[in-house]
């Protein structure tokens, strides 16, 4: 056999959209893009979405609505990928990180509280794997921080604490006490990556929820500017009759989604449902295999919550980096193609040469010696998850 580790679920439908895309001569953002906003704003539990070019996009242009500048600070986690921490450099801020709980690839909320300053304007909490953080612990982290926080603008005085700005890049389909991702935290940034569930090929979306005395159109509309040079009228807007003329409003950013990939997504709504049915049931049959062998899973179904099963990490106690790497290489010889997420950003050359040293974050460093995450998608037969568990658990056995 060979099992790729996360190949795109698209088919027939995703086909049909974007040949509807492309036939009607409208293949930037127009209709379709509208549509799937909506749609993923209905989805969220949120009166408003605005969709882009990728999670990065979403998250940089929060931070430049949010008037975030270089005399800021923004905290994430030392655990996570690179966007979720670059997004903080593009906008000029100070980027602070802090180091995951032991044996927990979730933010320490008590270093969390610690890294917090006058300064402080937005925190970064990462929903990895599709398993969503403890929200109540971060909400009651900034409020009890409140008095620290100096508003700079309306957005920030209207929410007059830290803004908890969710990277939810793997949890788009999550729920937290019944609660859907995007309406968990102040605003909200999806990936629609060809590896993510959910795929617009490229792409992604950022909800927010309603703030007093904010109009939730002021918002999206500044998204628009934002996103589109700064011009106040988009392409759709700009053909109606005798409506050529525009403004540029600011020199910004150039991230809009187009509709031939929101056509992508348009089809993926229709079967996301059963998709993330298919995932839950592949995780069940992994941890029935792998938890009585050793193997640490993570919890992806709860009373607390619902993942969107997006990765399937799991931990070989004990084993090395060299260990690691065997078995993911004896995984490969198998034909099962394996990943690691993630190498720690103070890892990361980037990282280092803006001052990071992974010595200050032990516990996001014994997290990543030993992980490695099994593939999870829903192209996976019965036959190549047994045959995905058979080999694991064969494999790990002298590890464990």
Known sequence: MRISFSPPDVGKREAEQVKEALMSGWITTGPKTKELERQ??????????????????????????????????????????????????????????????????????????DAITEKTKVIIPVDLGGIPCDYNKIFEV??????LFHPENDIQKAIGRVIVMADTAHSFGATWHEQPAGSLTDFSSFSFHAVKNFTTA?????????????????????YQLLSLHGQSKDALAKTQLGAWEYD???????????????????AQMERYPEMLKRRKDIIARYDAAFKPIGVVVLPHYTEEYQSSG????????????????????????????????????????????????????PNAYDQFVNEITLPLHTNLTYEEVDYIIENYSLIVKKYL
């Open 40 to 113: 993923v704003a209905t989805f969220c539990g949120v009166n408003r979405a605005v969709c882009l070019g990728s999670q990065t996009a979403c998250a940089e242009m929060t931070l430049h609505l949010l008037g975030i500048k270089n005399t800021d600070e923004v905290i994430t986690t030392a655990y996570t990928y690179t966007a979720s921490a670059s997004v903080v450099c593009h906008v000029g801020a100070k980027l602070v990180m802090v180091d995951t709980q032991k044996d927990s690839l979730e933010m320490d909320y008590e270093k969390l509280a």
């Open 248 to 266: 540029i409003i600011g020199t910004w950013y150039k991230c809009n989604m187009t509709d031939v990939i929101a056509g992508i997504g348009l």
């Open 202 to 222: 490229e792409g992604g979306a950022v909800t927010w929820k309603t703030i007093p005395e904010i109009d939730n159109e002021d918002i999206y509309h500044q």
């Open 310 to 361: 997006h990765l399937y990490i799991t931990r070989i106690p004990g084993a090395t980096l060299e260990q690691r790497q065997e078995i993911i290489v004896k995984m490969a010889e198998a034909g099962i193609a394996c990943n690691v997420h993630y190498k720690p950003l103070p890892m990361m050359t980037a990282y280092k040469n803006l001052g990071f040293n992974i010595k200050d974050y």
């Open 142 to 147: 900034v409020e009890s921080k409140k008095h």
